[in-house]
């Protein structure tokens, strides 16, 4: 999916997996107070863009109706073997 060049400001959204609690999570420094978890990738991003037209609006970012969430995922994993 292309971004078209009316889209609106860019946000960088980090999810981090979290093995011992096994769930994705959620930060950024673009969105103060974003808060997320979920099982999945997938349920993560679904959350964050149910999160963040609300969240724009409490910050007083809220003018637009475009932004452009860009998420970059951070999963390590350790293996074993012979």
Do not use: Q, Y
Not at 5 to 24: C, I, L
Not at 42 to 70: F, K, M, Q, T, W
Request: charged share 25%; proline share 1%.
């Amino acid at each position: 999916m292309g971004l078209t060049k009316a889209a609106g400001k860019v946000f960088d959204v980090m999810a981090h997996w979290d093995a011992e609690a096994s769930v994705w999570w959620a930060e950024s420094n673009d969105l103060r107070g974003l808060v997320a978890e979920s099982d999945t990738i997938e349920g993560l991003i679904a959350d964050v863009r149910e999160i963040v037209p609300e969240l724009l609006r409490l910050n007083g970012d809220g003018h637009g109706s475009s932004v452009i969430l860009r998420f970059a995922a951070d999963r390590s994993e350790e293996i074993t073997f012979a």
